[in-house]
Nanobody
Framework: QVQLVESGGGLVQAGGSLRLSCAASGLTFGSYAVGWFRQAPGTEREFVAGMDRTGGYTEYVDSVKGRFTISRDNDKNTAYLQMNSLKPEDTAIYYC???????????????????WGQGTQVTVSS
């Protein structure tokens, strides 16, 4: 049974930082691309960042480029999202996702991911 468990969310002031973790189990983590998505109330879930199986290729939504960094440790079956210079508009529930893909593929569409975590709340106060 595949499980993805996010952690690290919380309340932070604007300009602050948080590091989200996504612990995976029940899958060969190194065979899966990972992605981070977020959903604010009344909005659709949006892509934030994605990484291929090897960790060598990444994609980011324009609004987080230069502030967020996705990474992974395949030995620990864990993906991370380092979020710096947080803004109130970053407030959302953050989800990680995983999908088995060919090497070097980064997945950015929600519909292409089979596995999702339960989400972790990030709130940025002004």
């Amino acid at each position: 049974q595949v499980q993805l468990v996010e952690s690290g969310g919380g309340l932070v002031q604007a300009g602050g930082s948080l590091r989200l973790s996504c612990a995976a189990s029940g899958l060969t983590f190194g065979s899966y691309a990972v992605g981070w998505f977020r959903q604010a109330p009344g909005t659709e879930r949006e892509f934030v960042a994605g990484m291929d199986r090897t960790g060598g290729y990444t994609e980011y939504v324009d609004s987080v480029k230069g502030r967020f960094t996705i990474s992974r440790d395949n030995d620990k079956n864990t993906a991370y999202l380092q979020m710096n210079s947080l803004k109130p508009e970053d407030t959302a529930i953050y989800y990680c996702a995983a999908e088995r893909v060919p090497r070097y593929s980064v997945v950015i569409r929600t519909t292409e991911y089979d596995y999702w975590g339960q989400g972790t709340q990030v709130t940025v106060s002004s």
